[in-house]
């Protein structure tokens, strides 16, 4: 069970780093859009960002961009939201349950739900993601950000973080429930709550 815990911290150690990493685009996407919205309203601000640029800070360039830093901000710390069990989740039920019950749960879910799930959808993104790079797929306006597959392969990095967070969560669970669970910090249920309820 010990394997299985140290594979489970090295999993969440790097999809939290990444995540953690990815949370400062949000700077740039408020930036970005401030610029944008202020820029369409002001004709003279927007001809002098479009001067100092050289035109990047036109308005089409500059909400593509917006929609790029987000799909990067929210794919790449998707992941690391389940790791901290911060996905939305309907509790009544499970709030009276007691950890251990939870636990059987949460691996249920991941064993027949999150993980095939995920796995089905990055197998797709492959082929997604491929296509858009060997079409050196661009933007369909003609003044739009080139390079449609680097966000095409930022999305497919978040499915896979995704997909590793579910495997850590899925042997932190198999250690909790089939090892001694007083040694498991288990994320899906508070940690003050191990203690009772086993």
Request: net charge positive; hydrophobic share 55%.
């Amino acid at each position: 069970m010990d394997g299985l815990l140290r594979a489970s911290d090295r999993l969440r150690r790097l999809v939290e780093t990444i995540g953690r990493l990815a949370c400062w685009l949000i700077l740039p996407m408020i930036l970005v859009t401030v610029w944008d919205v202020v820029s369409r309203k002001s004709p003279a601000l927007r001809e002098w960002g479009l001067a100092l640029t050289g035109g990047i800070a036109h308005s089409t360039i500059l909400q593509e961009l917006e929609w790029h830093l987000h799909t990067a901000l929210f794919a790449l710390c998707l992941g690391w939201a389940y790791i901290k069990n911060a996905h939305v989740r309907v509790d009544l039920i499970l709030e009276r349950l007691a950890p251990r019950s939870r636990a059987w749960i949460e691996l249920l879910g991941c064993l027949v739900f999150m993980l095939p799930y995920t796995a089905l959808v990055i197998w797709f993104a492959v082929d997604f993601t491929w296509t858009s790079w060997a079409n050196a797929e661009a933007s369909v306006s003609l003044i739009g950000i080139p390079h449609r597959w680097v966000i095409k392969s930022i999305l497919l990095l978040g499915l896979v973080l995704g997909f590793l967070a579910g495997f850590a969560i899925l042997l932190r669970l198999i250690a909790y429930l089939f090892g001694r669970r007083e040694r498991v910090d288990l994320w899906v249920v508070p940690t003050a709550e191990l203690g009772r309820g086993r």
